[in-house]
């Protein structure tokens, strides 16, 4: 076993490196920062979710002390609209600038903006501007029916055919098919609600913009900001040193931000501008509310004939975000005939967006419930009807997988939970008193990368440093990057500089789609490389240097030493002494990995992470007492790079998906259109009391499609197809099958 290898980093546990930095305080999030001279400013936001501003009286506001203006459309100066740039370069939900024209589209839309010295005063004028409307009846109807839309539609990613995937006949096949299911699935919309709330601090320096901003892609926000103020991308800089969680909500820029960065254009200072958590319910993205059919046509067996997947998804009266609830269905099981087709329903709401697992994670909910009431309906286990139809490639598209392990999750997971001892009947199961139900889900996610390019630094003190403009939103970014430059360079984790956040560095990935990590190894790993080739030269060129008569192809360099390579890996130079006797501070390698998440090229693999979720819940019907009691998620998603973090984030996917399954949900008011539980205390999420005991098993096959250590992301599987086994162990505990999200008390009472 060489050194390196005895020293390995990856796959191990890794405290997060950032963790004392958050911990004692010290972690500095985009509203920490301050500035001399810093304004402060708030929006007024529309009362109305339909009709058009008639009058808008600021003249009270402008009179009060400490304020320097009300923006508005007729002083705002020019803002322009972003467009879609090649590989899903200047992505943004929202593309309409604010205050571009007098009609209101949704209830918060920001009308004015109210800036002062302090937070206060800028409140009390935002309260005090007086905005009169002609107002019309908002439609945030929940019953969604598909618009007339052309075959293939916009959308903010791009193009998208609304027959998303077909092959076979999949309507002849169901109708003769000996075994039919025929359901619709409904989620609601749901609000993102991270801890750390969304706000903008900007600032110019002539024509120079730095945005201070906690968001999760900053290279792509750059890119919409410089077009939406007509700058170079090298005159913008954003900044975003942590990032209290967003769960997609952060992915792309709202509106607050160009009116922080036109306000501070305006008055020639520093403008902050944080949103409360009212407006991040209205104008910072919710997860699309979904309708769902799904049509299961089987044999007698189990086999599955024809599988038809026609969904809709509210979306607001101006853009065009696609929910993918089709992403996983054309490949996830084996099925010769199917058909998979959206439509879109224009509502009067904030643009929906991103939400962890977009797409997918309502999707599957919708698929897997078929697929869990069709083995029901057959009288077989749930697990042995997904084995019966476990595709042998991707049927979809027609090539192999990189790496599907879908059936050993299976396997491991029913023995880890003890499903053989499960009693089908419903309500058959007790214990202490309890009726225990049993339900189970299987869970898929895209694997893919994003561009990347990164620096790695060799010093002279023997640390090393790695330079990416990516972003950690909590997830242990940091720590991976530390851990992938120390596995390279033997330099000891605690030695390792990690600088992200910060537009000025080089180009790296948004934090999405779980695809950051994925994306990452190979730009770091080859920088590294660079930087060790870098390295090698100097210690054959400098005089003296007890390498000097030899060539680099005969070095070799292992735990942070360079020696000959026949020498093998013991002894050896430090590299930090080569450096000093070079009289050079460091050397740098530079990396870069190329996209194939969006790539025009025919993949040669279909690369997707898979899982599964078992499920117990206790009901006590005396009380109508519902709780998830037990959980076991198996997860294959390619070679874990630190499992403590990856257990933490399939932990975080399985609260969330709690939430998701018996709470979270988001109303508007018929009336008026603004979401009505827009707080914490009504708006009901999962909480430490309903987190029941939770194990997660990796089975850590490496998956060297997509990068040479094999890992692949794993932010977004944990949420995936968990809904569906809460629903199942619902409907086993109880007999009643809710099919509409969340499971709230009145359904099964």
Not at 129 to 136: C, D, G, I, L
Not at 204 to 230: C, H, K, P
Not at 621 to 627: D, G, K, M, V
């Amino acid at each position: 076993m060489t050194e390196t290898a005895q020293h390995s980093v990856i796959g191990k546990p890794q405290p997060r490196i950032d963790g004392p930095l958050k911990v004692t305080g010290m972690a500095q999030y985009a509203s920490d920062f301050h500035f001399p001279g810093i304004l402060y400013a708030v929006p007024v936001e529309a009362t109305i979710a339909s009709g058009k501003i008639t009058t808008l009286d600021t003249e009270e506001a402008e009179k009060m002390p400490g304020v320097h203006a009300i923006f508005h459309r007729k002083n705002i100066g020019k803002i322009f609209r972003s467009t879609l740039g090649p590989g899903f370069a200047g992505i943004c939900i929202e593309r309409r600038p604010p205050f571009e024209d007098d009609v209101v589209r949704y209830y918060g839309q920001y009308v004015a903006l109210a800036v002062a010295d302090t937070f206060e005063t800028a409140k009390a004028a935002a309260d005090e501007v007086v905005v009169t409307y002609s107002k019309e009846k908002p439609n945030v109807e929940e019953d969604l029916k598909a618009e007339d839309d052309p075959d293939t539609v916009d959308t903010s990613y791009g193009p998208e055919h609304r027959l998303q995937s077909e092959r076979g006949d999949a309507a002849a096949a169901y109708a003769s098919a000996p075994v039919k299911l025929d359901q619709t699935y409904v989620t609601p919309a749901e609000t993102h609600n991270p801890i750390e709330l969304q706000g903008a601090t900007a600032m110019w320096d002539g024509d120079n913009l730095t945005i201070y901003e906690e968001s999760q892609g900053i290279v792509n926000m750059r890119g919409v900001l410089a077009q939406m103020f007509g700058l170079p991308k090298e005159k913008v800089r954003i900044i975003t040193k942590f990032v209290g969680s967003g769960f997609g909500s952060k992915l792309w820029p709202w509106t607050h931000c160009p009116l922080a960065v036109a306000a501070a254009r305006q008055l020639g200072k520093p403008v902050k501008l944080v949103l409360s958590r009212k407006m991040t319910f209205q104008s910072a993205g919710n997860r699309a509310r979904t309708q769902q059919q799904v049509r299961l046509g089987a044999t007698q067996e189990g086999k599955l004939v024809s599988l038809q997947h026609d969904y809709v998804y509210h979306r607001s009266m101006l853009d065009n975000y696609h929910e993918n609830c089709g992403e996983a269905t054309s490949f996830h099981y084996s099925v010769p005939n199917l058909r998979v087709h959206f439509g879109r329903a224009r509502r009067h709401i904030g643009t929906p967006s991103d939400m962890r697992g977009p797409g997918a994670v309502p999707g599957l909910y919708a698929t897997e419930s078929a697929m869990n009431e069709l083995a029901d309906q057959l009288k077989m286990d749930p697990v042995r009807l997904r084995v019966l139809n476990e595709p042998k490639i991707d049927e979809g598209l027609g090539i192999p997988f990189s790496s599907r392990h879908y059936l050993e999750c299976l396997e491991l997971g029913a023995e880890k939970f003890g499903w053989s001892k499960r009693n089908p009947e419903v309500a058959a199961m007790k214990r202490d008193g309890l009726t225990l139900g049993w339900g189970m889900g299987g869970a898929a996610w895209i694997a893919a990368r994003f561009a990347a390019a990164a620096n790695v630094d060799l010093r002279d003190d023997g640390t090393a440093r790695v330079a990416c403009a990516t972003q950690d939103i909590g997830t242990g970014t940091y720590t991976i990057l530390a851990q992938l430059v120390s596995e390279k360079t033997g330099v000891a984790l605690e030695k390792v500089e990690v600088a992200l956040g910060d537009t000025a560095l080089p180009e790296g990935p948004t934090s999405g789609g779980s695809m950051a990590t994925g994306s990452l190894v190979p730009a770091v790993f080859a920088a590294a490389d660079n930087a060790i080739t870098s390295l090698l030269q100097i210690a054959t060129t400098t005089p003296g240097s007890p390498f000097e008569k030899r060539k680099p192809a005969e070095l070799a360099f292992e735990a942070g030493r360079v020696f000959v390579k026949t020498d093998g890996s013991g002894g050896g130079v430090p590299f930090a002494d080569l450096l000093k006797r070079a009289n050079v501070r460091l050397v740098t390698g530079s990396g870069k990995a190329d996209a194939t998440f969006g790539s025009e090229e025919k993949p040669k693999f279909s690369t997707h992470s898979f899982g599964c979720h078992f499920v117990e819940v206790t009901w006590q019907p005396e009380i109508a007492r519902l709780r998830v009691n037990r959980v076991v998620t198996v997860i294959d998603a390619g070679r874990i790079i630190n499992p403590l973090a990856g257990r933490n984030q399939i932990e975080g996917s399985v609260v969330m998906g709690i939430g998701m399954a018996l709470l979270e949900e988001t109303h508007y008011d018929p009336q008026n259109g603004a979401p009505i539980n827009s707080n914490l205390a009504d708006y009901v999420m999962a909480v430490n009391a309903d987190v029941p005991k939770l194990e997660v098993h990796f089975l850590d096959y490496p998956d060297k499609e997509i990068n040479e250590l094999g890992a692949r992301g794993i932010g977004e599987i944990g949420l995936a197809g968990f809904a569906a086994a809460v629903t199942a162990a619902v409907h086993h505990a109880t007999g009643v099958r809710v099919r509409e999200l969340p499971v709230t008390i009145e359904k099964l009472i």
